[in-house]
């Protein structure tokens, strides 16, 4: 083989590790919906190509005191109890396990609050996550526009990529 076709060929393999992208944390937030297991799905097949670590989020969504007024009853089932917070990472846990994880490191992480997107960006932030993978319900364009989508509004908003996968 010629110097010159050996030192292309050593270059262009150089350019093209340079060029790979690295991707170590994935954040998926789920709902325990299917299109949430696809998305979970899908972010384990990546994380086990990029030998990434994962981890799920749920967010409990607590509703603002002055959505229910601060006498309101319906405050109580606002905040997670200890207990309620035990049967939720037990449910992560249970929807996890249902995703051919085995042996990925995973990390649970259960957030709270009014605003799902907020939450979900804020993980994302802190943790640095390299990519978010998360699941469309496929809600017809009218819900979307009245009601917002959380998916679009991370799509929107988050500072890395962003897989959106679909139910089947």
């Known amino acids: 083989m010629p110097a010159g076709y050996a030192i292309a060929i050593a270059i262009a393999s150089a350019i093209f590790f340079a060029a790979m992208i690295e991707i170590e944390t994935i ?8 299109s949430s297991r696809r998305a979970l799905d899908h972010a384990v097949t990546i994380a086990r190509w990029y030998e990434s670590t994962i981890t799920v989020l749920h ?4 509703a603002p005191p002055a959505a229910c007024g ?10 997670l109890t200890p207990a309620d917070r035990e049967r939720l990472t037990t449910a992560m846990a249970s ?5 051919n994880a085995a042996e990925m490191p995973i990390e649970i992480v259960i957030g709270q609050g009014s605003a799902t997107t907020r939450e979900i960006l804020k993980h ?17 364009a009218a819900d979307v526009a ?11 908003q988050a500072t890395c990529p962003v897989l959106t996968t679909r139910k089947g």
Do not use: K, N
């Not at 937030?29 to 299917?34: A, L, T, V």
């Open 95 to 99: 929807f996890i396990d249902a995703s």
């Open 27 to 34: 954040l998926c937030p789920i709902d325990f919906s299917d």
């Open 70 to 79: 601060l006498e309101s009853p319906a405050l109580g089932g606002a905040v």
């Open 124 to 140: 994302a932030s802190a943790m640095q996550a390299d990519l978010i993978v998360i699941g469309v319900h496929g809600r017809r």
């Open 146 to 156: 009245v009601f917002g989508s959380t998916t679009q509004h991370v799509v929107r």
């Open 59 to 62: 967010v409990y969504p607590v």
